[in-house]
């Protein structure tokens, strides 16, 4: 199973910025998507931002300008750089990464999450 380390969670000041990261860690084959997804109370998980094969990146419409995801493929490790956070941006922040890992000398495909790192702001 392929499980992921995340970091970089705090408390920060509204017009602050944070940086998460994202590590996998296990046996596999090939990463696809990486990707960032937050929750805050009382509220539905929702898709923050994105990135998949070399071009592809996607960002909710209320993160756009602010934030950035990068990849670091020698790593393998996913980024969210976030900059002028609002109070509207606290919320636990999971990392999702799917991808391919061999199992039995069978390819089968993973979707993995990581355990959440909340990030608060105050204002």
């Known amino acids: 199973q392929v499980q992921l380390v995340e970091s970089g969670g705090g408390l920060v000041e509204a017009g602050g910025s944070l940086r998460l990261s994202c590590v996998p860690s296990?046996?596999?084959?090939?990463?696809?998507?990486m990707g960032w997804h937050r929750q805050a109370p009382g509220k539905q998980r929702e898709l923050v931002a994105a990135?998949?094969?070399?071009?592809?990146?996607h960002y909710a419409d209320s993160v756009k300008g602010r934030f950035t995801i990068s990849r670091d493929n020698a790593k393998n490790t996913t980024y969210l750089q976030m900059n002028r956070v609002e109070a509207g941006d606290t919320a636990v922040y999971y990392c999702?990464?799917?991808?391919?890992?061999?199992?039995?000398?069978?390819?089968?495909?993973?979707?993995?999450w990581g355990q959440g790192t909340q990030v608060t702001v105050s204002s």
């Open positions: 999702n990464v799917k991808g391919k890992q061999f199992k039995q000398g069978r390819l089968f495909a993973f979707d993995s």
């Open positions: 296990g046996s596999y084959q090939s990463i696809s998507n």
């Open positions: 990135t998949a094969g070399t071009s592809f990146i």
